[in-house]
């Protein structure tokens, strides 16, 4: 019998893990999230099936993540680390093997992600929400064309200093890369000159590095552009319809977030419960209504706003290129830190 099933079947909670709502459990859960990422109904949802009071803290990036995590104090049950920093969770020894594939539910996922690159036993995650990263412009400061990241790195003149950026190497470096044409998860010197050269010359432009508040930004006109991701600049659309988000003609970071358990998470039976819910096409569905991205669930659809299912955000053109963000080395690592904390001086 799978080590997983065992356990909660010793516990009498075996049930729970085919279905959320079998089970009116009580006690706590802790969820360390990324900002603005978690759907209110769901938690909502999530605690009047199953009695647990669930507390939320968030975060801006993955590194932020694996840094609270290798800290080894962190107090959290679930956390939801992106595709590309998994297997460096693992290889830290920072995630919980739960066995997602052995749960009754797993089969809901769609058979693409069922057991993805970064988890192929799907030992360790299942899926939260996968969209693309780029940038939202206001279209009533900027008329022009968006099919460019030089917008972004060489602005015109109404963009100067209305400009927003990730705090966040790990999101900003790779598009500059790709816009100079320069292998992502560089470990050539020279190369990463050539971003940090690009990234210095568009810093005076740059009026905020900040991974949170984008939405109030772009809403308020405190920004006109800000590297963004796209269900983000849904939402932020949905109260601003000057807002646009572009595709670059250069090609596309496609991300995928990942639901998991940290190593040494105190309430892991709830943890499971809460990794069952998310498998519910239902439950998928209602993150996705409030974070505008898609989820990996099969048939979750049925419950999606039909705005969301229309909405270009989440339909990208079909001559872009897309690419998954990539699991760096060290040495690029260290490379890209450099390039950072240079700029940040």
């Given at each position: 019998m799978n080590r997983t099933v065992a356990l909660l079947a010793g516990l009498g909670l075996a049930a729970a893990v085919?279905?959320?709502s079998a089970a009116k459990a009580e006690g706590e859960l802790f969820i360390y999230n990324w900002t603005d990422y978690t759907a209110p109904a769901l938690i909502e949802k999530f605690e009047a099936e199953t009695g647990v009071k669930v507390t939320l803290d968030t975060y801006d990036s993955n590194e932020t993540l694996l840094a609270k995590l290798k800290s080894g104090a962190t107090g959290y049950d679930i956390v939801v680390p992106t595709h590309n920093f998994v297997r460096i969770f693992v290889t830290e020894g920072l995630l919980d093997r739960i066995d997602a594939a052995a749960l009754p539910g797993y089969a809901n996922i769609e058979?693409?992600?069922q057991k993805p690159e970064w988890d192929p036993e799907g030992a360790y995650t299942i899926p939260w929400q996968w969209g693309t990263t780029s940038f939202t412009v206001d279209t009533g400061t900027y008329q022009g064309a968006v099919d460019s990241y030089e917008v972004l790195f060489d602005p015109p003149a109404e963009l100067q200093g209305k400009i927003g950026m990730f705090n966040s190497p790990e999101d900003v470096i790779p598009m500059a890369q790709i816009y100079l044409g320069v292998p992502r998860c560089n470990e050539n010197a020279e190369d990463m000159q050539k971003v940090l050269?690009?990234?210095e010359a568009q810093k005076p432009h740059v009026k905020v590095y900040n991974s949170d508040g984008i939405l109030e930004r772009l809403v308020s006109g405190d920004t006109a552009l800000h590297?963004?991701?796209?269900?983000?600049?849904?939402?932020?659309?949905?109260e601003k319809a000057s807002l646009r988000y572009a595709y670059p003609k250069e090609g596309v970071v496609t991300w995928f977030d990942n639901v998991a358990?940290?190593?040494g998470a105190k309430n892991r039976d709830n943890a499971l419960k809460f990794v069952?819910?998310?498998l519910e096409p239902e439950s998928a569905a209602l993150q996705s209504n409030f974070a505008?991205?898609?989820?990996?669930?099969?048939?979750?659809?049925a419950y999606m706003n039909d705005e969301l299912k229309a909405a270009p955000e989440v339909n990208p053109p079909a001559d872009i290129k897309t690419m998954f963000s990539l699991t760096c080395s060290k040495k690029a690592l260290q490379l890209q830190d450099r390039?950072?904390?240079?700029l940040k001086q």
């Open positions: 085919g279905t959320a058979e693409r992600w050269a690009l990234l590297t963004n991701w796209n269900g983000y600049s849904q939402r932020a659309r949905k358990v940290p190593v069952a819910f998310m505008g991205y898609a989820n990996g669930i099969a048939g979750s659809s390039v950072w904390t240079k």
